[in-house]
């Protein structure tokens, strides 16, 4: 008679069980991953899937001829881009810190350029269904940019919309 099971039926559970499809209820359905950082004092997050790096801001060269909201320009190994500070771009009050440290590279197939921010909070996953479709406050141009806000007030951007926005995106030349 034979005390326990043996290696090779072990073995077949352990496969079964890693088989299986994980079971959906145990965490969030449609959870999103998102990079959260701060503004002028308030919370701001975007989806880690338009987030190719974060880096420190630095050797910022301004250009000449450009809205407000652009910066400058960067050379990131190599790579020359743009950026924008959308704490203009949104109109925000010119609080925080004084020093806008942080670049958070935003990347898309057609468009790749880097923001600033006073601060950068960490990751965490978010619920989708629980975002809330804006706050009375959120009004401005904002508003335009927003994938929802979650129930502790971290505005959640839509980076595919400031990706493909042509706000963004410069097109003036200068007349010789």
């Known amino acids: 008679m034979r005390q326990g099971k043996s290696e090779q039926e072990i ?3 352990r496969a079964e069980a890693l088989a299986r499809s994980p079971d959906t209820a145990a965490g969030p359905r449609d959870a999103l991953e998102v990079v959260e950082f701060v503004l002028a004092y308030e919370r701001y997050a975007i ?4 987030v190719r790096e974060i880096q420190p801001l630095r050797d910022l060269t301004p250009l000449p001829c450009t809205p407000a909201h652009v910066r400058g320009i960067v050379n990131l190994r190599g790579e020359i881009l743009s950026i924008v500070d959308i704490k203009r771009f949104f109109d925000l009050p010119e609080k925080g810190l004084p020093d806008l440290n942080k670049v958070i590279v935003l990347q898309a197939p057609s468009m790749e350029f880097g923001i600033l921010a006073d601060a950068i909070a960490g990751t965490r996953m978010l619920d989708r269904g629980a975002l809330q479709a804006s706050l009375p406050t959120l009004t401005d141009i904002r508003a335009d940019y927003l994938k929802g806000v979650t129930s502790d007030r ?9 990706l493909s926005d042509p706000k963004i995106v410069v097109h003036e030349q200068v007349n010789a």
């Not at 989806?47 to 338009?50: A, K, L, S």
């Not at 971290?154 to 980076?159: S, T």
């Open 11 to 13: 073995l077949k559970a």
């Open 47 to 50: 989806e880690t899937v338009f």
């Open 154 to 162: 971290v505005v959640v951007l839509d980076g595919a919309r400031l």
